[in-house]
C-alpha cells in the first residue's frame, strides 16, 4: 500500500519565480491538505482540497493557490516567490468523513527561495 | 498567545529513560489530539491519536489527555537512541477544521 508521495524532494527557485508541487494522496484517501513548515517550526496549514474544491484556508495569501484532480492528486503553486517560503511543504491524506480524521504526511518538498 | 504550545528542547535523556514530552492548547474546541514523530528532513509520522480526555497507550508510548486543564502528554518508555526526534503534537476540532500543531520538541536520547 502506497502512503504519501510527493514531488520533486528538493527544488531550488529564486525571488519573484514561480513553482508547482505534487503530491498523490495515500490509496483509498480523498482528502488532501497541504503545510509550510519553516526550520525549526511545526507545520502551518495552507489550504485542504475535497472532492476538488478548496474546502478551508490558512493565513497564507493568494500567491499560493492549489488544484485536486480527479484521481484525488493535488498541486500547490506558489507564485512571485520570496525569500521567506523557503520551508519544508508537506502534504497529508485523509479521509474527511471518518470520525478519527487522521492525517498521513508524505516526506514533503524542500524549496530554498534565493 | 499560540493555539498550540510546547517547549521547544531540545531534550536529552539517557538510553533506557522514561521521557515525558508535553503540551498546552488555548482552544476548548480541540477534540481530536495527536502525536507525530519528525526525523530529521523527513515527513511526520503519526505515533499516537486520542480523542477527547483519556489515556492511550500502544507499545512504549502511552499519551494523556486533560482536557480540563488543556495538557496533553506523550511518555515514552524505555527510549532506546532510534527515539532521538522532533515530537509535535497536534490539535483538531470538530468535522471541518484544520490541524493546529505545536513547534515540536526535539529529543535526543543518549546511548
Known amino acids: 500500500d502506497a502512503g504519501v508521495t510527493q514531488s520533486p524532494t528538493h527544488l531550488i527557485k529564486t525571488r519573484g519565480q514561480q513553482v508547482t508541487l505534487r503530491c498523490s494522496p495515500k490509496?483509498?484517501?480523498?482528502?488532501v491538505s497541504w503545510y509550510q513548515q519553516a526550520l525549526g517550526q511545526g507545520p502551518q496549514f495552507i489550504f485542504q482540497?475535497?472532492?476538488?474544491?478548496?474546502?478551508q484556508r490558512g493565513n497564507f495569501p493568494d500567491r499560493f493557490s492549489g488544484h485536486q484532480f480527479p484521481n484525488y492528486s493535488s498541486e500547490l503553486n506558489v507564485n512571485a516567490l520570496l525569500l521567506g517560503d523557503s520551508a519544508l511543504y508537506l502534504c497529508?491524506?485523509?479521509?474527511?468523513?471518518?470520525?478519527?480524521?487522521?492525517?498521513?504526511f508524505g516526506p514533503g518538498t524542500r524549496l530554498t527561495v534565493l | 498567545q499560540k493555539e498550540v504550545e510546547q517547549d521547544p528542547g531540545p531534550l536529552s535523556v539517557p538510553e533506557g529513560a522514561i521521557v515525558s514530552l508535553n503540551c498546552t492548547y488555548s482552544?476548548?474546541?480541540?477534540?481530536?489530539f495527536m502525536w507525530y514523530r519528525q526525523y530529521s528532513r523527513k515527513g511526520p509520522e503519526l505515533l499516537m491519536y486520542?480523542?477527547?480526555?483519556g489515556n492511550k497507550e500502544d507499545g512504549r508510548f502511552t499519551a494523556q489527555v486533560d482536557k480540563s486543564s488543556k495538557y496533553i502528554s506523550l511518555f515514552i518508555r524505555d527510549s532506546q537512541p532510534s527515539d532521538s526526534a522532533t515530537y509535535l503534537c497536534?490539535?483538531?476540532?470538530?468535522?471541518?477544521?484544520?490541524?493546529?500543531f505545536g513547534p515540536g520538541t526535539r529529543l535526543s536520547v543518549l546511548p
Open positions: 497529508a491524506s485523509s479521509f474527511p468523513v471518518r470520525s478519527d480524521n487522521e492525517q498521513f
Open positions: 490509496s483509498g484517501h480523498d482528502t
Open positions: 482540497y475535497y472532492e476538488e474544491e478548496e474546502r
Open positions: 482552544n476548548s474546541a480541540f477534540q481530536y
Open positions: 486520542t480523542y477527547s480526555s
Open positions: 497536534a490539535c483538531l476540532g470538530n468535522y471541518g477544521q484544520n490541524f493546529v
